[in-house]
């Protein structure tokens, strides 16, 4: 992992030491652990959490987290300190360093250093120079090792979705983009099966291949299996993820300003489910994963689907387009129609799909929806709260179905301004008649600004939540 913090718990030959403390009156304490060759002339700005001291030996700091009662919360502090500290490392040019033992236990460092990882993320290879130096490589810390692996193993992934989804729409296209995925296959033990143009129109998906007729590039729709010898589901779980490399609108064009400029983000959601099958892969979990990646553009080309056509969908459905903009979920219902295949126990789809769900919570969570048991619901968002990348169940009820009614369609691909991202959630549960569970990341997995350890545009949001999702499963 070039340019990201590396986390060891192996010695390294740095002296620079992190101290944290959570309370401000255990401050005098702290600095008697630290010991009397400390100069403390550091200005305690209440607005600041990392402080660097000076020693006769090297530069030390304190690193203040704020105390919250709330456990998810709390851990999220540490996090959050984690990525001041990086900075303020950075900024110092400091390579590595070392988290002090001080009344802290093992899962508060692992989140200080998960959030000095993540926050220590840039992309800058296209820069001939480069603005944000990178000077931090490695993190110190008193931990299990196989905790410390799964983790590094996670950021490894997230870091990966966020270059994904950061690169330029020529740099990956669909066909690159599931070359990509049979290496990493390859590099992993993950089967790895890449149905090209001929055999989607052999298999008449005619999402996939609608969204793609304005497009000069084919699509491709890419099958990743991981089933170990060993694993503890006799059905597999199924993971579903959007992968429109750009979107343009199709001929319903995006047409507000700044709309489209960032629509290279558009294949977001299969970034997630990629990273979370690679993190399943690399640490060797015993559960069956399988990933489903539609991926295509969407452009107004000569060919394109116009409003009012009628697409033929895989196994014959039908679906009457009146916004082609909406075509994020045509791909992705040939793709929930394809899983009928594994007779999953559950199928998970990311996606960002709608901005009614951006609107709706903004960049701080994931809508959630499906008709999936309470029971796994409530797993899915335990994990939510554990990685702080939440989950807000919407309604998912029978009635928003009448908004899709079709006159000349077995249904509509929108249902109106009333409840978009639940019409959205809806119009691919048609297309499903196993345990589903749908992931609207429209807001959280591309930002403006840098948002504490979420770096600036691709976040990587959905990569450590479905891991620790599948995870729990396997246990």
Known sequence: MKDFVRISTKENTSTHKVWLYSEKEELTVVLDRIGSDVQVNVIFDSKKSVFPLVSSSDIQFLVKVKKDERQPQQFENYRIAG??????????????????????????????????????????????????????????????????????????????ARDLVNEPYFKLTALKYSELMENLGEELGIDVTVLHKMQLESLKMGGILGVNKGSQDPPTFTIMEYKPKNAVNEQPIVLVGKGIVFDTGGLSLKPTAGSMDMMKCDMAGSAAVLGAICSVAKEKLPIHVITLIPATDNRPGENAITPGDVLHMYKGKTVEVLNTDAEGRLVMADALEYAKKYNPSLVIDAATLTGAAAIAIGKYGIVAMGNADHAVFDQM?????????????????????????????DIKNIGG??????????????????????????????????????????????VRMLYNFLKKQAQ
Not at 394 to 406: A, H, T, V
Not at 432 to 450: S, W
Request: with cysteine; hydrophobic share 35%; charged share 25%.
């Open 83 to 160: 990525d001041a500290f990086q900075d303020e490392a950075n900024k110092m040019g400091i390579s590595s360093a070392t988290v002090a033992e001080f009344q802290h236990g093992q899962n508060e460092y692992l989140a200080f250093a998960e959030g000095c990882a993540l926050g220590n993320y840039n992309f800058e290879k296209y820069k001939a120079k480069k603005k944000n130096a990178i000077s931090l490589q490695f993190i110190t810390l008193s931990a299990n090792e196989d905790a410390v692996h799964e983790l590094n193993t996670t950021i490894e992934f997230t870091c990966m």
């Open 417 to 462: 301004r009333e409840g978009g991202a639940i019409t959205a959630g809806k119009f691919l549960e048609f297309f499903t008649d196993y345990p589903y569970i749908h992931l609207d990341i429209a807001g959280p997995a591309y930002v403006a600004k840098k948002d504490k350890y979420r770096s600036k545009n691709g976040t990587g949001y959905g």
């Open 381 to 409: 968002k335990a994990s939510g709260e554990e990685t702080y990348e939440r989950l807000a169940q919407f309604p998912f009820w029978d009635e928003y179905n009448e908004l899709l009614e079709s006159d000349i369609a």
